[in-house]
């Protein structure tokens, strides 16, 4: 089976029992019948032809057999804490968020200090629309069991795996520090105005136009072993503001990337030092668009084209995926 397939393919696989994760346009998602699977939409995907945008396909992830049981529901932005108690004794959770909801802006700023929400790989990926669509038509997310959908609301499907599997999260990252000033911030948040550089406050649009910063390259943080990008939406020069795709944070040290030559290189070569086989993919929109990857491989990671990466945190212009590990029992 191909990672994208037809309406009638996908709702085979439904109809037959499968568990799956989908994407596609909302008309698509909105026509499959109820089974075990949720959705969200997305008209982008790397698929075994390359990158795609269709607005006739699907995208399907099937869980392993092995899977022994699911749960399925919403969150709202009031209830995002209680996501750690749908953990299932051994497993994972799928996470799917609409775009510029205040729960997707929720979860950037405060997903790292849930309690308990690193008992368990939680991975996911935020749910967009065609961008000549952005501002005309919202992102939304299906609740394939209930037939629901939503616009404000994350859907989850919690996963319980055998005691002898482990799931695991992974982060694939081609972006690394570049050799520019160390940036600090002073506040928290999706927008900035000043920043210190060199122990020196200074405007930050100002001074992304006075260092000609090319904003297709992300900030890059290196938090706790792990580097964390943050990608640039919009710098308004005359306003003196800045806006980002997920929150920057205050004290921690960010570094504009340094360039990448070839993205659909970097994302073989660093996907071939990973181990394991990957399990739900998703890359990020910005890579689809500024690496020009339409018609082009990142080797076998296949799956959705995200507005935002989640996996336990939300990332910007990486990769994810999940990958399993066998333990005697």
């Known amino acids: 089976m191909k990672s994208v397939v037809t309406v009638e393919e996908a709702a085979s696989l439904i109809e037959s029992n499968k568990r799956l994760f989908v994407a596609g346009d ?3 998602l909105a026509a499959l019948p109820r089974g075990q699977w949720i ?6 995907f790397m698929s075994e032809e390359g990158g795609l945008c269709t607005n006739d396909k699907v995208g399907v992830a099937p869980l392993p057999e092995f899977v022994t049981n699911i749960e399925t529901r919403f969150y709202s932005t009031n209830d995002l804490e209680k996501i750690p108690a749908g953990y299932k004794r051994n497993g994972f959770t799928r996470l799917i968020i609409p775009s510029g909801t205040a729960i997707h802006q929720k979860f950037a700023r405060s997903c790292s200090h849930i309690p308990g929400i690193h008992g368990q790989p939680l991975i996911g990926w935020i749910a967009g629309v065609n961008l000549d669509d952005l501002g005309k038509i919202k992102p939304k997310v299906f609740d394939g069991n209930t037939g629901a959908s939503s616009t404000e609301d994350a859907v989850a499907m919690h996963i319980e795996l055998p005691a ?6 992974n982060i694939l990252n081609i972006f690394q520090q570049g050799t520019g000033e160390a940036i600090f911030f002073p506040d928290d948040g999706f927008t900035v105005t000043d920043c210190l550089v060199n122990g020196e406050t200074k405007n930050f649009a100002a001074f992304v136009k006075e260092k000609q ?3 297709k390259l992300p900030l890059v943080a290196n938090d706790k072993g792990t580097r964390v990008n943050v990608s640039f939406q919009n710098v308004d020069d005359e306003q003196g503001v800045v806006t980002f795709y997920a929150p920057v944070f205050s004290g921690m040290e960010y570094k504009v990337a340094a360039p990448v030559d070839d993205y659909e290189a970097a994302f073989k070569r660093e996907l071939s030092a990973h181990k394991g086989q990957a399990y739900f993919t998703c890359n990020c929109i910005l890579n689809y668009m500024y690496g020009g990857l339409e018609g082009k491989h990142t080797g076998n990671a296949l799956g959705p084209v ?3 990466e989640i996996a336990n945190m939300l990332l910007n212009q990486t990769l994810v995926y999940l990958t399993f590990e066998s333990y005697a029992s």
């Open 164 to 169: 002898s599997i482990r799931a695991k999260a």
């Open 26 to 28: 909302e008309s698509l």
């Open 306 to 308: 995200a507005f935002g």
């Open 39 to 44: 959705g969200g939409t997305s008209p982008y």
């Open 213 to 215: 910063i090319d904003t």
